[in-house]
C-alpha cells in the first residue's frame, strides 16, 4: 500500500521573507510574511510586488521605532521555513 504524507497534496507554502532598511536611522531588518495555502495569495515574488497585499505589511524599526522603511530585497521560502 502506497502512503502519501499530508504535505504531499498540499501546495507550497507562501511565505516570503522581506529584508526592509529603515529610513530614519538607516537600520536593516527582516520580516516574515507566510500568506498560508489561500488561492488569493501571491504565488512568487513577482506576484507579491505586484499585489496590494504589499502596501499593507506594517513596517516599525527595531531600532528607532520609526515607521517608515523601504524593502530592499525579498526571498520566498520554497519549503515551511525561511
Known sequence: ??????????????????????????GESAKVIDFGDDEDA?????????????NQIRFQCTECESAIGTIIGVSQSKGRRV
Open 1 to 26: 500500500m502506497l502512503q502519501h504524507d499530508v504535505h504531499d497534496c498540499m501546495p507550497p507554502p507562501r511565505r516570503f521573507r522581506l529584508l526592509m532598511r529603515c529610513y530614519n536611522c538607516m
Open 42 to 54: 501571491p504565488a512568487d515574488i513577482e506576484e507579491l510586488m505586484e499585489s496590494v497585499a504589499v
